[in-house]
Structure formats: structure tokens, C-alpha cells
DNA sequence: GATGCGTGGCA
DNA sequence: TTGCCAAGCAT
């Protein structure tokens, strides 16, 4: 028989008290919430994103627009570029729109988990974890660290993501009433220190007596996951054309494949492109190097290429001056094809 | 429900 | 080196 819900709550809570991670986000238990811009912010750029690549960025966004009025007033552009390096890049769209979408109604975050979710960037994780966080409301808050230690605590050997019905039903059925922020956070703590993915540190774990995946089995193997598919390699050639100490730079258009970042001119391979583009000045062509890049679904064989010629390039772009080249907000693909250039031309 | 969407760290 | 993984969302 496996403990009461309640014994698994408080247990956790318990622990969490004594083990909680100090997050530049995050209140110590017991404490007062922090704001709710705080937690948005956060929540939006841990994404599928780990801690430490996070914690630059908050703190340099917090700098920049230290509330949501002034993220609003941003230009996108410039939100953009601030988020470059940091990856899927929907989320500085989302995060904007959704720091517009709080301005228009006074520039206070809704304190409901069903208000919070029609806002642009906010699903049924982000929008629980911040009802439950900021705003004390009891949530049940499901991430990949919660779908891993609900699987190990009740032995559900379902695989992903077929389980996930069964998991969050386990997840709402352990959540207390009072302190569910402190819950997720406590949660995801666990998972991410101690019912690891690799080597669960089932010695170190508050929880380890009611686990079923550890009582009947090898809780490492939970959750189940689907197989992945292999990642096809795609190749396409990217443009260095630089005058007078500074480079051509176009925005990339569109909601797809690095859509409204910063960018060399390149040849389509993006977005289901085949590469087939033609450059975008007829003139002399210097092959500087090969970047390769390995993105979610495919890996990138990048040609970066210089073109020397006198003609303005076509389409809409505009001369960078090296020396702020940092500024530009490159995201990394072509943060590393700049590099290139900048070695070998 | 499946797919597209970044990046860096780790074994 | 390669594959897996990390506080998911939109379509």
C-alpha cells in the first residue's frame, strides 16, 4: 500500500523547505511570492530551456525592462535580439505580444489559471505553474520533471505520450490545497536534483518509501518514451558581403526557422527550403568554410561563402558595423557563421 | 496527436 | 562523436 496522497504532500513540502533551490526568480519557502512579471519572465524563458542558460538573460531582461510596461513599450526588434542565443524563438514574439496584451488591461498579469492561459505564449504548464506561483492558487502543475517523478511514484509504465492523461490524474490527485506553488516548485526540484533522468538518486529521496517504480522495478526506466527519429542533414549556403567595415544583415521573415531574428542573407534552406536560392548580388564568390549546426528536427551543413561586387545586395537588409557585431542578436547558427567570416576572410 | 521549433551540456 | 535531454507552445 503506497503512502496517502496527503503524507506525499507534506513529505515533499517538507523536504522542499529544507532543500530548495535559491533561484534569482524564486522566493524562498514560506516567503512572500515574487512579482508576477517575475514569474512570467521566468517561466517563458525555462521553457525547455535549462536554469543556467536562463539566468543571464533574466537578469539582463530585468535591467533592460524591469516591468511588463516597459517590455510593452519595446520595439520587437529589439526584444529579438535580446533573446538571441537563447533559442525558439517564438517564445520573444510570444513574450512581447503577451507583455502588449498586459499593458492593454493595465498592466496587471490575470491571477487565474483559465485567464492566464488565452494569453500568447502561456499553455496549460505555464499557465498553471504561474496561478500556482505568483499567485498562490492551488494548480496542477505538469512538466517534464513532474511526468517523470508521478511516473517513478506510481509505477505508470505507459509510454509517453499515451500516459499523460493517466499522469496528470496522479499529478492533481497528490497536489495539496495550500502552498501548490511551493508544491511545483518542490516537484520540479526533485526532479531536477534527485529522480533524475539518468541515475535517480533514489538514496537521497523524501519520497523513495512510497515509490512504487523503485518498490516493483528499475525506476530509471520510467517514464516510457517513444523512439526518436533520425535527424536528416540539410546544407545551404550563407552569404558574408562586407564593405567598408561593416556587413549585410537582412531579418528573417515569417513565424518559422529562427523567423524575426537577424541574419546573413542564405540560400533557403529554411523552412522546407531546398537550398535552391540564388545569391543575392551577381558577383565574385570566396568560400570561407562549412558551420555545422544541429537544430530539433535537422542538422545543418552551412556553407558560409563572401561575395565582393559593387551592387547594393537585392531585398531588404542593412550594413552592420562590425565592431557592434555582438549587438546585432545573432542567434547562434549565424553567430558561429559570423565568426567564420570574420576568421577566415 | 504529430510536427516544427534552438541551444548547450552531458555521458 | 552521437544521442539524449531541459520549467512547452502553436498549429
Keep these: 500500500m503506497t503512502a496517502s496522497t496527503e503524507t506525499i504532500a507534506s513529505t515533499l513540502l517538507g523536504w522542499y523547505d529544507r532543500h530548495a533551490r535559491t533561484l534569482p526568480w524564486r522566493s524562498p519557502p514560506g516567503m512572500p511570492a515574487p512579482a508576477p512579471y517575475w514569474v512570467w519572465l521566468s517561466e517563458v524563458m525555462l521553457q525547455q530551456t535549462t536554469v543556467a542558460a536562463v539566468k543571464p538573460y533574466f537578469a539582463r531582461f530585468l535591467d533592460i525592462w524591469p516591468d511588463v510596461g516597459a517590455l510593452a513599450a519595446a520595439e520587437e526588434s529589439e526584444v529579438m535580439a535580446a533573446w538571441a542565443g537563447l533559442g525558439y524563438y517564438s517564445r520573444a514574439r510570444n513574450l512581447h505580444a503577451c507583455a502588449r496584451a498586459v499593458a492593454e488591461r493595465g498592466g496587471t498579469f490575470p491571477d487565474t489559471e483559465d485567464e492566464l492561459r488565452k494569453l500568447p505564449g502561456l499553455g496549460a504548464y505555464t499557465a498553471a505553474a504561474i496561478a500556482a506561483i505568483a499567485f498562490g492558487r492551488r494548480a496542477v502543475v505538469v512538466d517534464a520533471n513532474v511526468e517523470r517523478v508521478v511516473a517513478r511514484l506510481f509505477a505508470i509504465d505507459e509510454p509517453l ?28 526540484d526533485l526532479g531536477s536534483s534527485v529522480c533524475t533522468s539518468r541515475d535517480p538518486k533514489c538514496l537521497l529521496c523524501p519520497l523513495s518509501h512510497s515509490c512504487e517504480g523503485r518498490k516493483t522495478g528499475n525506476p530509471a526506466s520510467l517514464p516510457v518514451k517513444a523512439p526518436r527519429k533520425a535527424k536528416p542533414v540539410r546544407s545551404g549556403t550563407a552569404w558574408w558581403i562586407e564593405r567598408e567595415g561593416r556587413v549585410w544583415l537582412v531579418t528573417r521573415q515569417g513565424t518559422g526557422m529562427l523567423g524575426g531574428m537577424r541574419a546573413l542573407p542564405d540560400d533557403g534552406w529554411h523552412a522546407g527550403g531546398d537550398g535552391s536560392g540564388s545569391a543575392p548580388m551577381d ?39 562590425l565592431e557592434d557585431l555582438d549587438e546585432a542578436g545573432l542567434p547562434t547558427l549565424f553567430a558561429k557563421a559570423a565568426r567564420l567570416a570574420l576568421a577566415e576572410r
Design 283 to 321: 558577383a565574385a564568390q570566396t568560400p570561407l568554410g562549412i558551420v555545422r549546426h544541429t537544430f530539433t528536427h535537422f542538422a545543418l551543413e552551412l556553407s558560409v561563402v563572401a561575395i565582393d561586387g559593387e551592387a547594393m545586395p537585392d531585398g531588404t537588409g542593412r550594413w552592420w558595423p
Design 161 to 188: 505520450p499515451g500516459a499523460r492523461k493517466a499522469i496528470r490524474e496522479a499529478a492533481d490527485r497528490i497536489t495539496p490545497d495550500e502552498r501548490a506553488g511551493d508544491f511545483a516548485q518542490a516537484m520540479m
